[in-house]
C-alpha cells in the first residue's frame, strides 16, 4: 500500500499580513520543513508545481506567529486580594505597608519550588499559545536573590522544553529592593552587577539584562552600572523606564544601545531622538496602562513621527497587567493609545521579535522560520477590532502545526 509523502505544506487564497504591512492581494504560502518557503500571489502560482504538497486550507488570513515580548510570567502566588482592597479604597501605599505589592510576590515566589512556579505558570503560557504566541520572552524578578533569579530563569527556561513556543529570557534582577537590602539600594546594585549577572551568564539562563529605571525602584546611574555589567557580559540590555515620571532613563538605556525601552508614558523629546538614533524598539503596554488606570498616554505620535519602531506586548504580570490574551492588547493598543491596526499588529510580530534581537520570526517572508498562524477572519484589522478568543484556526511553530489540523 502506497502513500503520499508531503513535502511541504500550502495555504492558498489567503490574506497575508507579513508582519508589517498588508499584501495587497490574495496569496499563496509555502512551507517546507521548518523553513518559509515562498509567499506568491495566487496569479502566479503554479499549481502543478505544488500538486503532491499538503494542502491546508484557502480563505482567511495569516500572519507571523504573535510574538509577546514583554511579560513576568513566572511568579508565585496571586494579588487578587489586593486588587479587591483597592478597589474597596485601600490605597496602594497602605497595600505596601501591610506587606502587599511586589514583595508579596517576591515572597510567594522565593517560598515555591521549581517545579511549583512550573505548574502555576503553563497555564498562563497555554493561554498565550491559544491566541496565537509563538514567541514570548519572560522576565525574572520577583527572587531578588542570586538563588532566586536563577530559580526563576531556570523555570522559563523549561517552560520552553515543556510547550511549541520560543522562550526569551531576561533577567531583571533590579526590578525592587528585597528585604535585606531595604535601606542599602546601592548594595544590591553592586550583587546584581558583581554576582546575579555573572551567574546566569555562566550558565546561559540568559538572553538580555532589564532594569527598572524610577523614583520607586533605581536611579539612572544605577541602572547605567547594571549595563556595564550586563555587556562586560555580552548580554543585550533593556529598560523599563518612564513609567511613572521623566527620569531620562530612556535615554541612557539608547545611549548605551538598548534593544528596548518599554512603558514610556512620560518619554520626552530628548528620549525619542536618543531611540530614533540607537534603534532602539519602544514597547508599549497598554494592559499595565489599563489595569493602573493611568491617564498619561506615551507620545505615540511623537514616536511615529521620528520613526522609531513600536511593539506591543502583554506585561502578563500578577500586580499591574494580570491579563494574558495578546489579541486583546491590540484592541487596546488601538483604542487606549490610538495606534492604528496595523501597527498595532506589527508591534506584535515583527517589531516585538525586533524587540528580542530577533532577525528570523515575526515576518513572512522567504527562508524565515515557519512561525505562522491562520484566522478565521477577513482581514488583519479584525485581529484588533473585536476582543473575541477562537479565531485561531492553525498555528505552525518552527513548521510543526501544533493547533488546528
Same mark, same amino acid.
Given at each position: %500500500? ?55 486550507? $484557502? ?9 509577546? *515580548? ?11 486580594? /489586593?486588587?479587591?482592597?483597592?478597589? =474597596?479604597?485601600?490605597?496602594? =501605599? ?21 517545579? =511549583?512556579?512550573?505548574? $502555576? ?58 528585604? /535585606?537590602?531595604?535601606?542599602? $539600594?546601592? #548594595? ?7 554576582? %546575579? ?6 550558565? #546561559? ?39 511613572l515620571s521623566?527620569?531620562? #532613563? ?14 514610556? =508614558? ?43 519602531p513600536m ?12 491579563l494574558y ?40 517572508? $522567504? ?5 505562522? *498562524?491562520?484566522?478565521?477572519?477577513? *482581514? ?26
Open positions: %500500500m502506497s502513500h503520499t509523502v508531503h513535502t511541504g505544506r500550502i495555504w492558498q487564497d489567503v490574506v497575508v499580513f507579513d508582519g508589517l504591512q498588508t499584501l495587497g492581494t490574495p496569496q499563496a504560502v509555502i512551507v517546507e520543513g521548518e523553513t518559509i518557503a515562498r509567499i506568491v500571489p495566487m496569479a502566479q502560482l503554479d499549481s502543478a508545481r505544488y500538486a503532491h504538497y499538503q494542502q491546508m486550507g $484557502s480563505g482567511g488570513v495569516m500572519t507571523p506567529g504573535l510574538v509577546d *515580548c514583554h511579560t513576568h510570567l513566572v511568579f508565585g502566588g496571586h494579588r487578587a486580594d /489586593e486588587f479587591e482592597a483597592r478597589l =474597596e479604597g485601600v490605597s496602594y =501605599e497602605e497595600i505596601a505597608r501591610r506587606g502587599g505589592g511586589i514583595l508579596s510576590t517576591v515572597h510567594a515566589t522565593r517560598q515555591a519550588s521549581e517545579e =511549583e512556579l512550573i505548574e $502555576s505558570a503553563l497555564p498562563r503560557l497555554d493561554a498565550l499559545i491559544a491566541d496565537g504566541v509563538c514567541t514570548v520572552e519572560i522576565k525574572s524578578g520577583y527572587g531578588l536573590s542570586v538563588a532566586h533569579e536563577m530559580k526563576m530563569l531556570r523555570v522559563a527556561r523549561r517552560l520552553g522544553e515543556l510547550r511549541p513556543v520560543r522562550v526569551r529570557t531576561t533577567l531583571l534582577g533590579a526590578h525592587a529592593l528585597p528585604p /535585606e537590602f531595604a535601606n542599602d $539600594s546601592d #548594595g544590591y546594585v553592586e550583587l546584581v552587577c558583581r554576582e %546575579m549577572i555573572p551567574e546566569a551568564a555562566r550558565n #546561559g539562563l540568559a538572553d538580555a539584562v532589564d532594569v527598572f529605571c524610577e523614583t520607586i525602584a533605581f536611579s539612572v546611574a544605577q541602572c547605567e552600572r547594571v549595563f556595564a555589567a550586563a555587556q562586560a557580559h555580552d548580554l543585550p540590555i533593556k529598560s523599563h523606564a518612564e513609567q521623566n527620569l531620562g #532613563g530612556t535615554a541612557s538605556a539608547a545611549r548605551h544601545g538598548a534593544l528596548s525601552a518599554d512603558h514610556l =508614558e512620560y518619554l520626552d523629546g530628548a528620549g525619542i531622538e536618543a531611540m530614533r538614533q540607537a534603534g532602539t524598539v519602544a514597547v508599549l503596554l497598554p494592559g499595565a496602562f489599563h489595569t493602573l488606570r493611568e491617564t498619561r498616554q506615551p507620545p505615540i505620535g511623537a514616536l511615529r513621527q521620528a520613526g522609531v511593539a506591543v506586548a502583554t506585561d502578563a504580570n500578577p500586580g499591574s497587567s494580570p490574551q495578546p489579541t486583546l492588547m491590540l484592541n487596546l493598543a488601538c483604542t487606549l493609545f490610538r495606534m492604528t491596526p496595523t501597527e498595532a499588529l506589527a508591534g506584535m510580530t515583527a517589531q516585538g521579535a525586533r524587540a528580542l534581537g530577533l532577525t528570523h520570526t515575526g515576518r513572512l517572508a $522567504s527562508g524565515l522560520s515557519a512561525d505562522l *498562524c491562520h484566522w478565521t477572519i477577513e *482581514c488583519p484589522a479584525q485581529l484588533a477590532y473585536a476582543v473575541q478568543p477562537g479565531r485561531l484556526h492553525q498555528r505552525l511553530f518552527r513548521g510543526e502545526l501544533t493547533h488546528g489540523h
